[in-house]
């Protein structure tokens, strides 16, 4: 998905790294064809500090794009291939005893990168995926008593395969409910799979070509502190809470969207309305990012969840007038 | 002095056209009023011209509103001196305008002058101030409905002005300094001198005093002291004095009228003034003549003989000897009321009935009529003299009206057919009404009704369906009465006349009512047509001409009826017209020109029905059944629609016009109304502009449903219509900036450079002129309307 083009008539705010944003989703289209919508989400979750889950088949890209994304922020990338028998320390880390300080130190876990990919998540314990989703929301983790903050730009790329279900923990709705969005990547049409395969010949590795950073950590933390800034009118914040509450009187949808959720959800849309260039958000930008936001909260398949969402959406009259200027 | 921000063009626009109204209306008024309509004309198109000759120069040289603004106040004063200098000219040669309008001239040239050289923005509010004020003078001085209408738009026009500046005010950011832009001294000296003046009055002449000498200082025309031939018509006494047509009556000696001895008509005067002074008989029978003859001359010498003369208003002479012009407006009318009557209208009031007639003379035979029995009752706490009628079922209903004597020299109570009920304050004997020989009432002790008695009257309606079902009522009057009547007309000619009128029709109704058509229908009403001096049957000379004054009329009808072996009168009373109901006053004033003669028919139990044989007059009312109302309704309702087929065509072919372009229309003066009807920020600039595509595609039939975005609804239009497809660069360049209108969180003007401000009206205009229903009538959606969406507009 391009950029939005801007009229003559109207003059954006200014954003002093939209070029590494257009260099970086160009990075990750190359290294994910043929699904710039994907990416664009990628790069809005990205920049609203939220957490994807894809809920998708095996080999469609989702280590890949999770490795793009770390190196093009100049991050460190960790993968954890959960398992059944993958334990909390695992992820988190642990202290372990040096014969020679006679000290404990701690050996940082996965978890002390920018960019975690947690390979099938659904496949390791609650316990496990608990350890990880306090992680996730406090950026910090507590071992032996001791507070260890994780990196400012920690993000998760969190997997599940949605076919193989047979020994798997289901992440329960509260748990869900921490991730910013769910996404589906979807298998690529044939012109992209015919490039793909034509960009793989005489290759091993496609990304080693062009993994310099486009931004550094700092650079990503302003720009998401700047996308924290976009401002919500009234209107849309009453716009986006008649859309919660609209979810929760769905017939059905069992658990409706949730605070944190819907804190994630104007987030997600300041992050889309930046990445489209403007200052402000638009139930447009509410709307576009109405079902990734939704889907990962609502569970079901795709299409109930688009059939869900739909609904919501319709249910729900758009504000024109802003009421900050009578 | 700080002059304060300088005015908004599109601002200035508005308030000129506001100024462009005024001088129509103001100048309407004069043409309608002026000696020459082509020196109105001239004089407004020189104005005109020169207001906008010097703004031109104006824009031209750039003249910046200096310290002392010296360049306006220059232009704004030979605007006011215009109409003086024009009426310098024009009285030079005789002619010229009245004060208040050269006044007005003044005040509406300085209006114009400030909305299209203003010196500052409140210019422009002082404009609009004045402007208001000239429309709202002048509408209150005319009843033209072409400056009604002008002043309708005004004030629509004006309102929306003004809702605007509210708006235009809320949205921008207040003066970081409050500099005040009235210079505060000279506005205080002013106060302190006109009250210190005040004072002085006041104490010097008193408060009624002062109050006359602040009238002084608005300048009106009409002598008050001194005739001005340039004054309009009616203000102050001027040279002559004339009796003033809403008061009751002028006391005093009046110039316009020879000094009479009593000012009151007898109905004999009224007879005399309406149909011109009976002529003297030349034929025998000579005792008659000289009792009734007399000239205008003799009759004013010799009152006191006319007015103790009774005899003379008891019959009617049909040779007249018409002098003037009569059946004048009522603008036009010199002479007072005789009474007023305030109650439904039209409505025929009797004074005489006639019964006798020798070919040119109707008189009353002298038998009394049918006694009726009355009673007195007391009808909350008022004496009431009710009037026993067997009404059976020809007689239904209730009417009231009330009578205001004024200057009626009659004892005759000017009264509606089949009265039942007479009320006069403090009369409780029944003594004190009588009845005459021809059974109208009367006052029994009085010589004549006093000045400003009210008397209230309720009487009863015919019905039209009783009298049909009558039947043959022929032969039910008193016999020992008929045989007293004369009739001078040869039976036989005017049987067969009456006979060939009702062929067909069975005796009753249907045959009196044939004949009063007949004579509606195929006679001509001419009030100022008299019967030669040597007539000697004025039926034959009727029947004969085809046209004559209602007497005539009342008197054929009468004979006809009586050939066919009716029972008919003549009766001589005054018919209340409709056209002459003072709404203001509601009542019906009636003077001697509403004198008027119709016929009576007897239909049985004493019961005396009028029928109204002259064209344009107004049937007696009769009583309805609802049925009989509706169908009467849509007949008249055909018939206005056969009378009116052009208008009502031309009004169809119009509404069919107007519909099927509709939507062009709406378009058109859409965009024409966001021209030139909007002044304010270019954020609301921008929200117009939106609503406007909103409304047009809601007439395209492709409204936006509530839950989708404008960006999501109009792209998808646009893609389904090749045109609007075309023009997806305005689209796109308004829902950017309706974006931020909406959403944006601050106003557009901060966020915009000044030239993309003024880019900003020509991507709406483009938008408005691109975007028309019609094209989007055309688009085909893509988003099916969800049942959701139905549910929301719905609610």
Known sequence: ?326 | MNLGPQPNPVRQTSVIFLATLAVFITQTFRFTSHWSGWVVLLETALTLLAIFALSRIFQRWQVKPSESMRPQLFCHLTMILFPIAVQVITRSLGVGDPNELVLLNMVQNVAFALAAIPSSRKSLQISALLNGFLVLFVTAMTDNSLIWAASVIFAAFGLWWLMCSYWERLETKFASATNRTIPLRPVLIALATLTVLGAITIASVGVPGTVMVLAGFMPTSGGDKYPDPNARSGVGEGDMMIAAKDSAFSFGPVDSEILLESKMPSLYDVASDQYGEAKIKKQINKELSQAISLTADRLRHNHKKTASSEQAARQFNTLRRLSKQRRTSPNERKSTALFHIAGNSPLHLITRRFDSFDGIEWTHSGLPSAPVSTSLASVDGKPWLKINRKSGDVLRGKQTHTLRIINLKSKQIPSPAHLTGIHIADVDRESFYATGNDGVFELAAQEFIPQLTVIHLVSQVHSERALTQLGDFRGLYPKTTQSKRRTAISGERLHSRATSWTEHLSPGWGQVLAINEKLRSQFKHDPMATAPDDCLNLVDHFLATGSGPDYMFASTATELLRSLGYEAQVVMGFYADSDDYDPQAMQTSIDTENLHFWTEVHVGQNIWVPIEPTPGFQAPKSWLTWQERISLAWLASLNWIADHWGLISLSLVGAVIVFRLRHVLFDVSSLVFWRIGWFGSTRRRIIWTVQILEVRARIAGKERPPSITLAKWYRALAGSEQRLKGNREPLDQLLALADRAFYGPQSIECSLSSNIQADVYSACSKLLRTWTSRRMKRAICDFPIKQADRRIIQQ
């Open chain 1, 1 to 326: 998905m391009t950029r939005e083009q801007n009229t003559d008539t109207v003059i954006t705010p200014a954003c002093e790294h939209q070029q590494a944003i257009d260099r970086l989703r160009s990075r990750l289209n190359t290294s994910l064809l043929g699904k710039e919508d994907v990416v664009e989400m990628v790069l809005v979750c990205l920049l609203s500090r939220g957490h994807i889950l894809f809920d998708d088949l095996p080999g469609l890209g989702k280590t890949t794009l999770a490795k793009a994304v770390a190196l093009a922020v100049g991050g460190k990338f960790a993968r954890v291939q959960c398992t059944p028998d993958l334990l909390p320390s695992d992820i988190t880390g642990f202290n372990i005893f040096n014969q020679k300080t006679r000290a404990f130190e701690f050996m940082h876990g996965p978890v002390f990168s920018d960019v975690l990919l947690a390979d099938e998540i659904n496949r390791t314990t609650p316990r496990t995926q608990s350890a990880l989703f306090e992680a996730m929301a406090e950026r910090q983790v507590t071992i032996d008593n001791t507070r260890h903050k994780l990196s400012d730009s920690f993000f998760v790329v969190a997997t599940q395969n949605p076919v193989e279900m047979h020994g798997a923990y289901p992440l329960p709705e509260a748990q869900l409910d921490r991730f910013a969005m769910k996404l589906r990547i979807g298998y690529p049409n044939r012109s992209d799979e015919m490039k793909m395969l034509a960009t793989n010949i005489g290759e091993h590795d496609a990304l080693t070509a062009d993994d310099e950073p486009i931004l550094d950590p700092s650079q990503l933390r302003q720009l998401q502190q700047h996308v924290a800034e976009v401002d919500v009118c009234e209107p849309v914040r009453e716009y986006l809470v008649d859309l919660a509450a609209a979810t929760r009187a769905h017939p059905d949808i069992s658990l409706g969207l949730s605070p944190r959720g819907l804190i994630i959800w104007q987030r997600v849309a300041q992050a889309f309305a930046h990445l489209k260039g403007r200052d402000f958000v638009t139930p447009d930008d509410v709307q576009e990012v109405a079902l990734p936001v939704l889907d990962v909260r609502m569970g079901g398949d795709l299409e109930s969840s688009r059939r869900n969402v739909s609904e919501i959406i319709d249910s729900v009259t758009v504000p024109l007038l802003s009421t900050n200027n009578p």
